[in-house]
């Protein structure tokens, strides 16, 4: 997804409608999606409410945590786990909203852990928390938790946890874990003998490290807000 991006209903092909909240397949006495904006980009941006927009259905991850640090010897970092997400759909109060993406969890090198994804939100409608770093890899690092879920949305999803470094002797063996999954996807894989550890994407965590070939852990994704626009309705 690129940030700030609309899908408009000039190019969305098979438009679904929402009837008494539940996504269906009739228009008539249901709501029409009109647009989808996307927003990826860590920090704060404006959803800009079109007058005629009855209703959204909003979908928001938090950011993903970083992978574990590579430890000191024959180590291998956890993974960081992914933003729990929060859906809700808005039918009143709809004017122009503040957008936060909740920052990236950097990543952990040597014997630091990951850092913990920050929280993303739409307004003060939902909110979705980050995903927890991975540990670093002495004596094998456990991965990272996923983002609590939240409690203000009409679906609150918990993130799911990074994997544990592969600390087994044998340098050809032992991988950093994998990033936690996020709503929209899986995780960066963990780095390895023969490849360095990947970074999130859309609040999914990062891989951690590994101490053989000095690879460190990958930053975890940074947040994503979703919001699907729709009018009409009853």
Known sequence: FASNEHYTQANITALGT??????GGGVAGGYRLYDVTVFTASGTSTWTHDAGVTAV??????GGGGGGGEGNTQ????????GGTTIEWIT?????????CGALGSNGSGTSNGGTGGASSF???????????????????????????????????????????????GATLRT?????????????????YHGASVAGFNGSGGGGGMKDNSQVGA????????VYEYKGGA
């Open 123 to 169: 307004g003060s409608f939902c909110t979705a928390n980050g995903g927890v770093g991975g540990a670093e890899g002495n004596n094998q690092g456990n991965g990272g938790a996923g983002g609590a879920a939240s409690s203000d949305g009409t679906i609150n999803l918990t993130g799911s946890s990074g994997g544990p470094g592969f600390d087994t002797p």
């Open 75 to 82: 180590d291998a970092g956890g993974g960081g786990g992914a």
């Open 92 to 100: 009143s109060g709809l004017e122009d909203t503040t957008v936060t």
């Open 219 to 226: 930053a975890g994704g940074v947040g994503i807000v979703v």
């Open 57 to 62: 259905l909003v979908i928001v991850t938090g």
């Open 18 to 23: 929402v009837t008494s909240g539940t996504l």
């Open 176 to 192: 950093g874990g994998t990033g936690g999954g996020s709503y929209w996807g899986g995780g960066g894989l963990g780095g390895g």
